[in-house]
């Protein structure tokens, strides 16, 4: 799954990028990547460890995004493009995470928990003599 951005998208978002005097955007190819990378780990819901060699260093990758977090870019980009046709289902499709089943509340499965279900079960049989 390669998230390839059309230079007329790319040409928009960098734009953008280029009003945000709070980041630093670089050198244009790589901050295409480095936007490309982010936007297949949203869509891919995937470890940042496994982000694609083709995207740069997943950790370096990983810290310049939760340095845009910190200053609201991603926020700010996704309002700014929400009501761009070209763009809104790139910002929305992007904002869908999928999460570990524990992150949403599951139970975990235990040893208790599997011990408790088997001392039930025997105390249900007969007494077994030694």
Same mark, same amino acid.
């Given at each position: /799954?390669?998230?390839?951005?059309?230079?007329?998208?790319? =040409?928009?978002?960098?734009?953008?990028?280029?009003?945000?005097?709070?980041?630093?955007?670089?050198?244009? =190819?790589?901050?295409?990547?480095?936007?490309?990378?982010?936007?297949? /780990? /949203?869509?891919? &819901?995937?470890?940042?460890?496994?982000?694609?060699?083709?995207? &740069?260093?997943?950790?370096?990758?990983?810290?310049?995004?939760?340095?845009?977090?910190?200053? &609201?870019?991603?926020?700010?980009?996704?309002?700014?493009?929400?009501?761009?046709?070209?763009?809104?289902?790139? /910002?929305?499709?992007?904002?869908?995470?999928?999460?570990?089943?524990?992150?949403?509340?599951?139970?975990?499965?235990?040893?208790?928990?599997?011990?408790?279900?088997?001392?039930?079960?025997? =105390? &249900?049989?007969?007494?077994?003599?030694?």
């Amino acid at each position: /799954m390669s998230v390839k951005l059309s230079d007329e998208r790319w =040409a928009k978002i960098l734009e953008f990028l280029r009003t945000c005097p709070d980041i630093y955007v670089g050198q244009e =190819a790589d901050c295409r990547r480095f936007v490309e990378g982010v936007l297949w /780990m /949203m869509r891919s &819901g995937a470890q940042w460890r496994l982000l694609p060699a083709a995207y &740069g260093n997943w950790n370096s990758v990983y810290k310049r995004f939760a340095r845009w977090s910190d200053k &609201g870019i991603w926020e700010r980009m996704h309002i700014h493009f929400i009501d761009d046709p070209d763009l809104e289902y790139l /910002m929305l499709d992007s904002t869908v995470v999928r999460a570990h089943p524990c992150a949403a509340g599951a139970p975990q499965k235990t040893v208790d928990k599997l011990s408790r279900h088997l001392d039930e079960a025997e =105390a &249900g049989s007969a007494p077994k003599s030694t």
